[in-house]
């Protein structure tokens, strides 16, 4: 079973930045992709960024310019650099395997919050 932890989260004013961490407990490298996903309060879990084993990205309109997803196979780690936020950037941020949901994992770390304030 594959076990994700996020960190990076925290409170920022409109236009600043963060940047979130994702550490696995496997080598990632055996993973198609690896996914940052949010929850807003009242919203259903959406994709954000992913990021392929051969460094393949995709991103959701809404966040294109501003985020960029990276991954170190080696270090277990996938990171997601988040710029210019706005407000409808808040939410929980998770990392998962991008396959595995897709085939209905449900299994997901604490998460890490992101709020940002006008």
């Known amino acids: 079973q594959v076990h994700f932890v996020e960190s990076g989260g925290g409170s920022v004013q409109v236009g600043g930045s963060l940047r979130l961490s994702c550490a696995a407990s496997?080598?990632?490298?055996?993973?198609?992709?690896v996914g940052w996903y949010r929850q807003a309060p009242g919203k259903q879990r959406e994709l954000v960024a992913s990021?392929?084993?051969?460094?393949?990205?995709h991103y959701v309109d809404s966040v294109k310019g501003r985020f960029s997803v990276s991954r170190d196979n080696a270090q277990k780690m996938a990171d997601l650099q988040m710029h210019s936020l706005k407000p409808e950037d808040s939410a929980l941020y998770y990392c998962?395997?991008?396959?595995?949901?897709?085939?209905?994992?449900?299994?997901w770390g604490q998460g890490t919050q992101v709020n940002v304030s006008a």
């Open positions: 990021v392929t084993s051969g460094g393949f990205k």
């Open positions: 998962n395997a991008v396959g595995l949901v897709n085939a209905g994992y449900d299994t």
């Open positions: 496997v080598i990632i490298i055996s993973i198609w992709a």
